[in-house]
């Protein structure tokens, strides 16, 4: 007996998401079309529309529809100040201590040499172009307090304050081996007022 | 700072898929779009192809593109056999052991009174007329061993009974508590051929 191919098809391409497997594409799926059609519909267009509209920002290299981000654009900002964080998520949760009115550099990962990670993949050229443009005095690493986003922010360190940059590193209020997604924002809002030159 | 609107559509449309709540929405979309926009236009055009073609067969209840599944038309089956199972993965299951050539209704759930999930969710009238064209003889009941499963086919099995048909159940060779999506076809072989009658 065969699957109809529309449900084949669709079993296959839930696969696509992070840890499903075979038996769990076929739960989502029959899930979606039998209880959840529209659901299922809003889905297909937002991933098509997602794929078809978002790009990185040639500035700061998070997501945008834009060819810079809004962010970016913003003249209230102060362009003194450049902080690194690892994903956009981290970006926003910065946004919302409301301790920060510098710009970003999204990184979109941190090094892992274990997983093929380098400097490479975090665009690291292009984060020195960025933080050498003459107007950063200041970069804020907010790379995770895990071993690796330690590792991150030990290396762009290292090569921002030989190239005469001020390099800071959010305070450890942050528990150690923390996230700085899950972490609350007062937490996240101390450690970035406390932050230290290094 | 706002997402851009095709990130946090996305992000939005991600928590229709069972267990996603809001961090792990976002953890996917993430991803998809940093590692996966492949996958991202597969799935969405997967999803948009199953909505608008997949709908339910006239006779036996499970998904199919055309009026009438495949099964249902295939003129090899014994028409006097008809299988009761949940779901369509149900169905694989049993086809994969070989051991049956008749055909099927598919529920699509189970009776779940504390869910509101009640003969009507389970197309209980469609179940009877199919069952009493004249031609079925004995309906194999193939529901879960499940507390759920066990109510289902007790439930369905007084009614066809009352209507003067063979009822009979897989035998408990499959493991009380267990669901047929994860027990091994040569488990669930030797329980329809030990097939009862109830
Ligand atoms: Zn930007
Ligand atoms: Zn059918």
Redesign the interface.
Known sequence: ???????A??I???R???GVGP?SA?????????H??P????????????????KHCLRCNT???AEI???CLDEQRDTSLLCVVE???D??ML?QTLTYKGLYFVL??RLSPLDGIGPKEIHFDRLVKRATDGAVREVVLATNFTNEGEATAHYIAQALKSRGLTVSRLARGVPVGGEL??VDAGTIARAMLDRRSV
Request: net charge negative; proline share 5%.
């Open positions: 007996m065969k699957q109809p191919s529309a449900l098809t669709l296959d391409a839930l696509a998401l992070p038996k076929q739960r989502i799926a029959y899930h979606l079309m039998q959840d059609r659901g299922a519909d809003k889905l297909g267009k937002a991933l098509l529309n997602a794929t078809s509209n978002l997501f945008t529809e981000c809004e962010t994903t956009p998520a970006q926003v946004e979109m990962g997604e899950y």
